[in-house]
């Protein structure tokens, strides 16, 4: 079969953040010191020949660059300083926008503005549609003497059918390009024969991986992955109270600070605050080899994430201490900031790392025991 080459591929991966692959001489140290590297998925050595090669189609079929964690090993060790982690990284922004029929996620990670212009403009529709569009108006008769009444002034109910278009659109974006992840990975190798048995077996490797990113562990510095995984899981539960339980989560009624509704609420902000404190500090100290390279689409992440907190603790205080139009002004805030963080980060931009990376795992294991049944079968055909 012909090998198809882009010579200008770089030039395209370029546009995804800044990689230095061009002084890598293949000297394969990186993929002998990467804790994730094995005899089936040689990284990142393999890729960035891939790259140097511009084998494009070739890359666009590879797993690899889900399989790091971005320890940043290979790129203290790499003897050219050709930073072969942030390719990984840089790679993974790449397939991303394979993986997106619609396109956007290429946009996102290549222009600022139209990521920072999305999130304006879904921004302000929210702020207009709370705001202007609201019936009840912002300030209304229903404070002070009132008090706080959040589900008066706007309809939990309104909110909930709102919350739930928005997941299962957003739902419906994400599993589309984890279909495409399928078919580029999977299915364009006619070669492999997964049997339906393997792919029952091996789900527990999703579900598993997604919920304890247990592979950080097996990088040398272990904080990590204890400050990734508390962020994420805030940020998972934040989700689910929010978009799927709003009902539960959103009441006029304020509970005791043990009640489930308030104890899992406290835990997620401080998920978030924690992890994004090390995020923060990490990318403005640069001391760490990961945090050298902060392409635009970390910070606009961590900054959504760091006003959604912070908008979600001052709207908690507010309600408590009874104050009416600090509490629905900060609402609009709170929901302006999330609302377009949800649209845009989940499937396009910096969020679908956290669901490519665990499907990633799930193929990378279906392929590998394919791989192990086939060299098997050779083995058995040669010697016999
Ligand atoms: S260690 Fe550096 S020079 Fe050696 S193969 Fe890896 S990226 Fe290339
Ligand atoms: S950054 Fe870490 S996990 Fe990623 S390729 Fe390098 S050594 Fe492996």
Known sequence: MAIRVNPGFIDVLDKF??????????????????????????????????????????????????????????????????????????????????????????????SYKWELGAITIIGLMITLLFSVFNPNGIVTSLTPEG?????????????????????????????????????????????????FSSYVIQFRQLIIHFATQVRFSKCKDKKYWGFHWILMSGYT?????????LKWFQTDKIYLWYHPQRLLGYYSTFGLLLGLVYFFYGRIKKADQIFKLSHLSDWIFIVLLLFTTVSGILL?????????????????????????????????SKWSHLAYRP??????????????????????????
């Open 316 to 348: 908690h205080i507010f309600r408590i201490e009874g104050m009416p139009v600090a509490t629905y002004y900060t609402y609009i805030i709170h929901m302006a900031v999330l609302v377009p963080m949800l649209c845009v980060e989940v499937p396009f």
């Open 359 to 384: 499907f990633a795992i799930y193929f990378s294991e279906l392929k590998k025991s394919a791989l192990s049944i086939r060299n098997r079968e050779k083995l058995f055909l040669k010697h016999n």
């Open 17 to 110: 953040g800044r990689e230095n692959i061009q002084l890598c001489y293949q000297c394969g140290d990186c993929s002998a010191v990467c804790p994730h590297a094995d005899e089936f998925y040689k990284f990142p050595r393999k890729p960035i020949r891939q790259l140097q090669m511009g084998l494009e189609k070739k890359i666009e079929t590879t797993l690899e660059p889900w399989l790091c964690y971005y320890c940043g090993d290979c790129s203290d060790l790499c003897p050219r300083n050709a930073d072969p982690g942030a390719t990984m990284m840089i790679l993974r922004r790449y397939l991303s926008s394979v993986y997106d029929w619609t396109g956007l996620s290429r946009k996102f990670y290549t």
């Open 237 to 245: 539960l934040m989700f689910i109270l929010i978009v799927g339980n």
């Open 147 to 195: 008090g706080v009444k959040v589900n008066e002034m706007f309809p939990v109910e309104t909110v909930n059918t709102g919350a739930h278009i928005m997941l299962i659109t957003i739902a419906g974006f994400l599993i589309s390009n984890i279909i495409r992840m399928w078919y580029f990975t999977i299915l364009k190798d006619k070669t492999l024969k997964i049997s």
